[in-house]
């Protein structure tokens, strides 16, 4: 079977028209199989949605109940058929249960990676190479420039300040799911053991990740009163992105802004964001694991998703490997 007629895109997203089935849609659809939580791959709405119980918990706790019609769990390594189609979800290493979604019919196999990244994250299970026909890929960060250092030095850097600014406030933003457990979980690893406060914001998902049995340490609400300001002198404070265009980080003691990103790589947008300290940590992959994965994997065919299409696409183009973007709209950097 050709790759095309296996799965193509759609308006509404990627179309498996044999299984009658889409992969992340954009738009509500009957069938939907979900990648992973963070809400420009997982909306509401849909009909049935397959996915793993961590996602389908995360997609509760963001919509309510009633977030679709029905739904059903996707276990790691098991295989499901769908109308002839078999489908099987891996780990994506990119937040708690995400998944890579493997496709199979007639002997040809495509895998929809989602979003993923390739280090090591001990909020989540990690990456795991699929060979395939067809590797379907994110390019968030597929251009050359961006190298990402390593996390534990970012952290490093967060702590050095800490002491060198005992009198102010650190307010950290991080995106609610998947960034902001994994930079209290690289703190802690940092033997880090202090309370680390958190806007409310992120507690549902905070407390959903400690349930599930990953370990934050002491977390504690980033209530300020009036009385109780210069108790967050020296302290960490996270909050959502979103809270820094407000009053409340602010709020705190002299707080030294600072954001968890990949594109803080990027110092204009560090400058433009008013971030004092930038912390380049990112839940996707930089150039070069980007280029690795490729490689590791070894599929006959590349088709990229979002993101940076074009310089992935003419990469794979000189090592001889076919190569095109689909793109796809609606695919956002919710997680980044």
Known sequence: ????????????????????????????????????????????????????????????????????????????????????????????????????????????????????????????????????????????????????????????????????????????????????QRVIALLRRQDYDEPIHIHGALAKLCDYYQGQGIDLGDIRPATLGPASRQDFAGMIVIGPPAAFAERWARRFPDPLASFASGWMLIRQRAKQRGVELPLVISDHCDWAELTETIREVAPAEVWVTHGREEALVRWCELQGIPARPLHLVGYEDEGE
């Open 1 to 180: 079977m050709k790759p095309d007629n296996l799965l193509y895109p759609a308006p509404k997203g990627l179309y498996c028209e044999l299984g009658n089935f889409y992969i992340d849609p954009v738009q509500p659809v009957e069938r939907a199989l979900i990648t992973h939580g963070h809400s420009d791959h997982a909306r509401a709405g849909h009909g049935h949605v397959l996915a793993t119980r961590e996602t389908l918990d995360i997609m509760r706790l963001r919509y309510g109940d009633g977030f679709c019609g029905a739904s059903a769990i996707a276990r790691f390594g098991e295989t499901i058929a769908i109308n002839g189609v078999r489908v099987t979800f891996r780990p994506a290493g990119h937040v708690l249960g995400s998944a890579q979604i493997c496709v199979e019919a007639d002997g040809t196999r495509i895998v929809v990676s989602g979003d993923y990244k390739r280090r090591a994250d001990p909020t989540c299970p990690p990456f795991e190479p699929i060979g395939c026909d067809v590797f379907i890929t994110e390019a968030t960060f597929g251009l050359p420039v961006f190298h990402h250092p390593d996390d534990e030095r970012e952290i490093a850097r967060l702590l050095m300040s800490l002491k060198q600014f005992p009198e102010r406030a650190h307010v950290v933003g991080a995106y609610a799911l998947g960034k902001a």
